[in-house]
């Protein structure tokens, strides 16, 4: 079977630098197709995702629910609302949290709430299995799920 050459783009909307660290780690170990985007609050995920173009949209959002000056929540509600950015995939993730911010988290728009992977093990699983299920089901749909 010969292997797809198409790179996919990750958001990665966090502002802990020893998490994104464990991000790149993960992303060079397990999928050296995917660019990860670092940014490191709300603002500049919006300007990202505006200013991309439909080829440069991530594959998946992965969104730490606390950030600082506009929490995560409320950053999935803005791009829940935006027609650019309401179909793709967000992830939010964090490392303490309540079910209250589980609940909330879906009923705003998340695809899915993960608490925040612990190590680079547990961060390089996480991160395979999450790509690979939404690069099949953006297969499987033709388009973004």
Same mark, same amino acid.
């Given at each position: 079977?010969?292997?797809? *050459? =198409?790179?996919? /783009?990750? !958001?990665?909307?966090?502002?802990?630098?020893?998490?994104?660290? !464990?991000?790149?780690?993960?992303?060079?170990?397990?999928? @050296?197709?995917?660019?990860?985007?670092?940014?490191?609050? $709300?603002?500049? $995920?919006?300007?990202?995702?505006?200013?991309? /173009?439909?080829?440069?949209?991530?594959?998946?959002?992965?969104?730490?629910?606390?950030? @600082?000056?506009?929490?995560?929540? $409320?950053?999935?509600? #803005?791009?829940?609302?935006? @027609?650019? =950015?309401?179909?793709?995939?967000?992830?939010?993730?964090?490392?303490?949290?309540?079910?209250?911010?589980? !609940?909330?988290?879906?009923?705003?728009? $998340?695809?899915?709430?993960?608490?925040?992977? #612990?190590?680079?093990?547990?961060? /390089?699983?996480?991160?395979?299995? *999450?790509?690979?299920?939404?690069?099949?089901?953006?297969?499987?749909?033709? /388009?973004? @799920?």
């Amino acid at each position: 079977m010969q292997q797809s *050459q =198409t790179r996919h /783009t990750i !958001l990665f909307v966090e502002d802990e630098s020893a998490d994104i660290e !464990l991000a790149r780690l993960a992303a060079m170990v397990c999928r @050296p197709e995917c660019d990860i985007h670092v940014v490191v609050n $709300a603002d500049a $995920a919006f300007d990202y995702l505006m200013i991309a /173009t439909p080829e440069q949209l991530p594959l998946i959002v992965l969104l730490d629910l606390k950030l @600082p000056k506009l929490d995560g929540l $409320a950053v999935l509600r #803005r791009l829940r609302l935006h @027609p650019v =950015t309401r179909d793709i995939p967000v992830l939010v993730f964090s490392t303490e949290f309540t079910y209250a911010d589980v !609940l909330m988290s879906y009923q705003v728009g $998340a695809n899915s709430f993960v608490a925040r992977p #612990r190590d680079a093990m547990q961060f /390089t699983d996480f991160f395979s299995h *999450q790509l690979d299920y939404w690069q099949t089901s953006k297969r499987y749909h033709g /388009t973004r @799920p």
